[in-house]
């Protein structure tokens, strides 16, 4: 249940950092789903 | 030649169509418990991790065959750390990031291989002071850089992305600056800093006009 929690929290990292334009490569990049806007 | 390049195309409208599936479906099966709006933000995060991990692999067997593997991995990295700060413009399909990321790296580890038998420590010394300069006006004038999908509207967040930037390069080009005392290491010192200019260049708005976006001033 704890792995499954850091799993998460890790994903909504990566969403949040790629959201804000920052990927690794020059990635195509699709629409931020709107629920994480709401968490700004 | 025009097949091959179809197929390709093909192929990795494909990967694209089954990433996207395979993420959601991961997504829902491990975590079935969360609620909706968490499940989409998750997958969007999967789907960053699997098309970065697809266009390196890429990268490591396209640059290998060509034998300028560390070189263009080399470039990639910088490139990357560089780019997580700064943003810079991204390609309008999944088909477009994965082709120009594997030619741009595969060109910078076959430039660096061929520049190398040029270069000493005197040229290197040069190419550092030109890529600091023009580094810190571009970061300047065009860090955070957006795209229109993903816009950052909060100001402080702009000014620590521009701070965060400038430190970053400044690490960067003080690590590749100490490995210009190792004769051997010249070759990884170039690749590492054209990497740094390839990135350099994604922020400026040519490179949003080459990949066909809208620029956004940051």
Same mark, same amino acid.
């Given at each position: ?40 | ?17 089954? %990433? ?10 491990? @975590?079935?418990?969360?609620?909706? *709006? ?14 970065? !991990?697809?266009? =390196? /692999? ?6 290998? $065959? @060509? ?5 263009? $991995? ?11 700060? /700064? ?19 595969? $060109?910078?580890? !076959? ?22 300069? %023009? ?6 004038? =065009?860090?955070?850089?957006?795209? *229109?999908?993903? $816009?950052? *509207?909060? *100001? ?16 960067? %080009? ?6 210009? %005392? ?18 350099? @260049? ?12 809208? =620029?956004?001033?940051?």
């Amino acid at each position: 249940m704890k792995i499954k929690k850091v799993a998460a929290n890790f994903l909504e990292k990566v969403a949040k950092k790629s959201s804000d334009s920052a990927s690794l490569l020059v990635s195509y990049q699709p629409k931020a789903p709107k629920a994480l806007k709401k968490k700004d | 030649m025009n097949i091959i390049v179809k197929k390709i195309k093909m192929v990795i409208s494909m990967l694209k169509l089954s %990433l996207e599936k395979i993420s959601v479906r991961i997504i829902n099966n491990l @975590f079935d418990d969360f609620s909706k *709006e968490k499940k989409e933000i998750m997958v969007f995060g999967l789907l960053a991790i699997f098309s970065t !991990l697809i266009a =390196y /692999s890429l990268i490591i067997i396209f640059s290998s $065959l @060509f034998g300028v593997l560390l070189f263009s $991995l080399v470039g990639a990295v910088s490139f990357s750390i560089l780019r997580v700060f /700064s943003g810079g413009v991204h390609a309008l399909t999944f088909k477009g990031c994965i082709l120009s990321s594997v030619i741009t790296f595969i $060109l910078i580890g !076959l430039k660096t291989d061929y520049l190398m038998a040029f270069l000493g420590v005197r040229e290197l010394s040069i190419l550092f002071w030109f890529v600091f300069i %023009l580094a810190s006006v571009i970061i300047y004038l =065009y860090v955070p850089a957006q795209v *229109e999908e993903n $816009l950052i *509207e909060d *100001e402080l967040k702009r000014s620590k992305l521009r701070i965060s930037s400038f430190l970053v390069l400044f690490c960067l %080009l003080s690590f590749y600056f100490s490995l210009t %005392l190792l004769d051997s290491l010249q070759g990884v010192v170039l690749a590492g800093l054209l990497g740094i200019l390839w990135q350099l @260049f994604t922020l400026t708005p040519l490179a949003y006009k080459l990949y066909r976006r809208k =620029y956004i001033r940051g």
